[in-house]
C-alpha cells in the first residue's frame, strides 16, 4: 500500500499563488503568517501525517470501535496518535492567540487539514469537529464560557462534539426534541441524540458537547431552537474536573466507512437532567449553530480533496508498477500508466484535485479576510463570496470524491476491489461524506435558494465578473494557453445563463428550481474549478516565462489545466442542458408509478 505524501509543491502554489498569502499576512493580526513560516509548517504537517497519523488508517477501518458499559473504545494506536497532535499543538494551528492558539490563517489550517484528513479520515474527524465547536464557542459563547473551555479545546486537551441530529430531526433541524430546562444559572437538558461524531471516547479527560435543544415554551420551527454547551464532566472552579454529567453514550454505529470514527447515540438526562449552559440567546441557537456549521461545511468539502488525493497516489502509484497489455502500436510489455485509457483516468483524478485544493484554499483565505480585515466593503465582499462558495465547495467536492475514490479502484483493476490493497476504504470512507454537514440536495438547496435567488444572483454576478477579467490575461499569453481561455470562456457563460434562467423561472415554476438546483451546483463546481485552473496555468506561464521555481512544475500545471479545459470542462454543458430543459417529468410520474 502507498504511503501517503502531502502534496507540499501544489499545496505551497495554491496558498501563494491563488489563494493570496501575501495579502492576507498584510491584514491585522497576520501579520507572523508569512512565507518564510509556511514551508516549515507544511513540512513538519506532512511528516506528522505520514509518520504519526498514516500508519493508523487501515489499523482503525479492521479494528474500528465498540461501546461497553458506556465506555467508548477506539483502537490504542489513535490514542497514542492524538496524544502526539496534542503535544505537537496542531489543533490550535488556526485559534486564537487570546486562547493560546497559533492564530495563523485558516489558509494554512485547510491545508494541514487537508494532510490530516488525507492521512487518516476517521481519526481526524475528532479535532475538525473540535475547531467547529472553538470557534463556535468563541464567537458566541459568555466571556465565562470561553476562559473555562476554549483553552483546553484550542490545545486539543479536550474535544468538542456537534449534536444536531435526532432520529426524527435529520436534514429538518425544525423538528428537534431534545428539552432545556431553566434551573438556576444553568439548564437541564434531557432527550436523545443520535448519530453525534466522537460523541464520546476516552483519548482526552473531557467531551464538550454543543447541543441544539427546545425550551418549554419555545416557539415550533427553527425559530425555538437554542444552543447549550454540555461537558462531559462538569468543570469545577478551579478548572479541575468535577461530577460526571448526565450524558452517556449508549451505542455506536456499525458503519459502511470510517469505522473507528465513533458515530454515538447520546442520551442526555436519563438521571435528572444534563447540565447545559446557554450559548448565545434563547432560541437563536441554529444562527449559532450556523457558525460551526458552515466551517465544517468547508472542512467536510476538503475531506473529499484529502480522500480522493490518497486515492490517487495509490493509483498512480500502481499504474506505474503493473505490467499488462502492450505499449499502442508495439509488441513492448506495457505498464498500464502507459495506456491511453488509464491516463485518462489519472488525469480525471489530477486535474480534479488540484482544482478543488484551489477552490477550497480561495474559499478558506476569503473567510481568513472577512474575519480579519478592518474595511466594511472588503468584509462584506468577503462574506459575501465565502457563503456563495461553501455549498458549493461541500457539494461538488463530495460529489467529485465518489467518482474519484471509485476511479482509484478501477485503475487497480481487480486487485482495487480486494480489500488487502486499501483502496476499497476510500471509497467506503468517502460515502459519507456527501450526506453528513447537510447531504448534496441540502447544499444545492442552499446554493439555490439563499445564495443566489435570495439576492437576485447578485453575489453569483460579481463573481462571474472576476472570472471574465481572466480572459485578458489568458489571451495575453498566445497560444499555449488558447484553448483553456476558449473553454473557460463557454463555461463563463453556461454558468451566467444558468443563473438568468433560475431568476426568470423561480417564480413560475419551484418545483422547476429544485429540480435543477444539483445540476446548477455541479454546473457551478466544474466551472469555477476551470476558472482555478486557468488562474493556476495564467501564472505557470508567466513563472516559466521568467524562469521562476521548478519548471516540470508549471509546465505539468499547464497540461493540467488544459486537460481539465479539455475533457472535464465539458460537462457544464449537460449540466446546463438539463437544468434549462425545463423538463418536470421526474415530479410527473405518478408516486405509485415508483
Ligand atoms: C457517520 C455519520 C456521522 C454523523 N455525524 C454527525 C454529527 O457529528 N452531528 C450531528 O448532529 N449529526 C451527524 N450526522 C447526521 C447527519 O448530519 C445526517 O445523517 C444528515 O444531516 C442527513 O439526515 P438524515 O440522515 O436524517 O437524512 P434525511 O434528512 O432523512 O434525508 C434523506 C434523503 O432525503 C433528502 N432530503 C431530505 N430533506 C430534503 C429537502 N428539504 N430537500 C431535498 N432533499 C431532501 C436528503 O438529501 C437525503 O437524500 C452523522 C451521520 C452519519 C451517518
Not at 404 to 420: D, K, M, P, R
Amino acid at each position: 500500500m502507498t504511503d501517503y505524501i502531502a502534496p507540499l509543491e501544489d499545496m505551497n502554489f495554491v496558498i501563494n499563488e491563488l489563494a493570496g498569502l501575501e495579502e492576507l499576512s498584510k491584514l491585522p493580526g497576520f501579520e507572523h503568517a508569512t512565507d518564510d513560516l509556511l514551508d516549515p509548517i507544511l513540512e513538519e504537517a506532512s511528516r506528522f501525517a505520514s509518520e504519526v497519523l498514516s500508519p493508523t488508517n487501515v489499523i482503525g477501518d479492521q479494528q474500528g470501535c465498540r461501546v461497553e458499559d458506556g465506555v467508548v473504545t477506539v483502537p490504542a494506536e489513535f490514542s497514542d496518535a492524538y496524544q502526539l497532535f496534542v503535544e505537537s499543538g496542531w489543533q490550535g494551528l488556526d485559534c486564537s492567540q487570546e486562547y493560546e492558539g497559533m492564530g495563523l490563517p485558516s489558509l494554512i489550517g485547510s491545508a494541514t487539514f487537508e494532510m490530516w484528513q488525507s492521512a487518516n479520515l476517521a481519526l481526524s474527524l475528532c479535532p475538525m469537529l473540535n475547531s467547529g465547536a472553538v470557534d463556535t464557542i468563541e464567537l458566541h459563547a459568555t466571556d465565562e464560557l470561553k476562559q473555562v473551555y476554549l483553552p483546553k479545546l484550542v490545545s486539543g486537551e479536550w474535544t468538542g462534539t456537534m449534536d444536531l441530529t435526532e432520529s426524527q430531526a435529520g436534514s429538518d433541524l425544525a423538528k428537534v426534541r431534545v428539552q432545556a430546562v431553566p434551573d438556576g444559572d444553568h439548564y437541564r437538558i434531557s432527550g436523545t441524540k443520535i448519530f453525534i461524531t466522537w460523541g464520546d471516547h476516552e483519548m482526552t479527560e473531557n467531551v464538550v458537547h454543543l447541543v441544539l435543544a427546545r425550551l418549554p415554551d419555545a416557539p415550533e420551527g427553527v425559530r425555538g431552537i437554542s444552543l447549550f454547551l454540555v461537558p462531559k464532566f462538569l468543570v469545577n472552579e478551579d478548572g479541575s474536573l468535577g461530577d460526571r454529567n448526565d450524558v452517556y453514550a449508549t451505542s455506536v454505529e456499525h458503519k459502511l466507512g470510517i469505522h473507528a470514527s465513533p458515530t454515538c447515540v447520546l442520551n442526555f438526562g436519563d438521571n435528572g437532567g444534563a447540565v447545559g449552559y446557554l450559548i448565545g440567546k434563547e432560541n437563536r441557537g441554529l444562527a449559532c449553530m450556523f457558525t460551526m456549521m458552515n466551517l465544517a461545511r468547508l472542512q467536510v468539502g476538503i475531506q473529499g480533496l484529502a480522500v480522493s488525493e490518497r486515492a490517487y497516489q495509490a493509483a498512480r502509484d500502481f499504474a506505474k508498477e503493473r505490467v499488462q497489455g502492450q505499449v499502442l502500436g508495439t509488441h513492448e510489455n506495457a505498464r498500464i500508466i502507459q495506456h491511453p485509457d488509464v491516463r485518462r483516468m489519472l488525469m480525471t483524478m489530477k486535474s480534479l484535485i488540484e482544482a478543488m485544493r484551489a477552490t477550497s484554499y480561495v474559499t478558506a483565505s476569503a473567510l481568513d479576510v472577512a474575519h480579519h480585515t478592518e474595511d466594511a466593503d472588503t468584509r462584506a465582499d468577503a462574506l459575501e463570496r465565502s457563503a456563495l462558495l461553501t455549498p458549493i465547495v461541500k457539494g461538488w467536492m463530495t460529489e467529485v470524491a465518489q467518482e474519484l475514490t471509485a476511479i482509484g479502484v478501477q485503475i487497480h483493476g481487480g486487485s482495487g476491489f480486494i480489500e488487502e490493497t486499501g483502496v476499497a476504504q476510500f471509497v467506503r470512507d468517502a460515502r459519507i461524506l456527501t450526506i453528513y454537514e447537510g447531504t448534496t440536495g441540502i447544499q444545492a438547496n442552499d446554493l439555490v435558494g439563499r445564495k443566489i435567488l435570495a439576492d437576485s444572483g447578485l453575489g453569483m454576478k460579481r463573481m462571474l465578473e472576476d472570472m471574465a477579467q481572466l480572459d485578458a490575461g489568458l489571451e495575453s499569453c498566445g497560444p499555449e494557453l488558447e484553448s483553456i481561455r476558449r473553454a473557460v470562456s463557454k463555461g463563463h457563460k453556461r454558468l451566467q445563463e444558468a443563473t438568468d434562467w433560475l431568476l426568470d423561472n423561480a417564480q413560475k415554476e419551484p418545483a422547476v428550481v429544485h429540480l435543477a438546483a444539483f445540476d446548477y451546483l455541479m454546473l457551478a463546481g466544474t466551472v469555477i474549478g476551470a476558472w482555478q485552473m486557468a488562474r493556476a496555468a495564467e501564472v505557470a506561464h508567466r513563472k516559466l516565462a521568467s524562469s521562476e521555481g521548478s519548471a516540470d512544475f508549471y509546465k505539468a500545471k499547464i497540461i493540467t489545466a488544459r486537460f481539465y479545459a479539455e475533457e472535464v470542462l465539458p460537462r457544464s454543458a449537460g449540466h446546463l442542458e438539463a437544468i434549462t430543459s425545463e423538463g418536470n417529468s421526474a415530479m410527473q410520474l405518478p408516486e405509485d408509478r415508483f
